[in-house]
């Protein structure tokens, strides 16, 4: 295989990395990505930083908690209130069972 070829395929095999990061990726794009990574010591460099960056991302949301009651009353005041003026559509069915996990 040429460079001109090997171009594309490295570019498709760094842009997987986060997928396979996070475990993701279908058995066969695992297993190009695991070779890639076995031959080249810079996407290595790469999938580390990846890691890295996905272990931050995760604990970062870990530590800020869920949103509050009062921050769902207010998400589901506003929809209300864009329903009623027919900027929005629900389907009954979806509202009905809104309503009824609320009560």
């Known amino acids: 295989m040429n460079a001109i ?18 475990g993701t990726l279908s058995r066969r794009d695992a297993n190009r990505v695991e070779q890639a990574l076995a031959g080249d010591r810079e996407l290595a460099r790469q999938y580390d930083l990846v890691r890295e960056e996905l272990i931050e991302t995760i604990h970062l949301n870990e530590t800020l908690g869920a949103p509050s009651a009062r921050a769902m009353e207010r998400l589901f005041a506003a929809i209300a209130v864009q329903i009623s003026n027919g900027r929005a559509t ?7 069972s ?6």
């Open 5 to 22: 070829n090997e171009e594309p395929e490295h570019q498709e095999i760094e842009a997987l990395l986060p997928w396979h990061a996070a």
């Open 90 to 96: 629900l389907n009954i069915r979806t509202a009905d």
């Open 98 to 103: 809104i309503s009824a996990s609320r009560a």
